[in-house]
């Protein structure tokens, strides 16, 4: 009954913005956390950043100072804004939302991925 859509990816130059956005939608009674994380072709999975329900934030070294995430709870609605952006930040960037359903229990809820390419 959760879904988490992400949304903003696309093509730009190296130096270039973006910002992606990871909306939850369903039976949401709260989201507890979000991570974001991006898998680049022939690499893991890694963490990029994420955002407690307290609003404390933590980033990956290779994006520190470039990227930020926040979150606007009003709406279920995290971001991950991305400044300087380099062609090694080229990757499907994903969401995962923990989320409290009114029964009390959390969950993690994947996106399904937005690609980002950052071309030299």
């Known amino acids: 009954q959760v879904q988490v859509v992400e949304s903003g990816g696309g093509l730009v130059q190296s130096g270039g913005s973006l910002r992606l956005s990871c909306a939850a939608s369903g039976t949401v009674f709260s989201i507890e956390s979000v991570g974001w994380y991006r898998q680049a072709p022939g690499m893991q999975r890694e963490l990029v950043a994420q955002?407690?329900?307290?609003?404390?934030?933590t980033y990956a070294d290779s994006v520190k100072g470039r990227f930020t995430i926040s979150r606007d709870n009003a709406k279920n609605t995290a971001y991950l804004q991305m400044n300087s952006l380099k062609p090694e930040d080229t990757a499907v960037y994903y969401c995962?939302?923990?989320?409290?359903?009114?029964?009390?229990?959390?969950?993690?809820?994947w996106g399904q991925g937005t690609q980002v390419i950052v071309s030299s």
């Open positions: 955002i407690a329900s307290g609003g404390t934030t």
């Open positions: 995962n939302s923990i989320i409290k359903k009114f029964d009390g229990l959390t969950y993690g809820y």
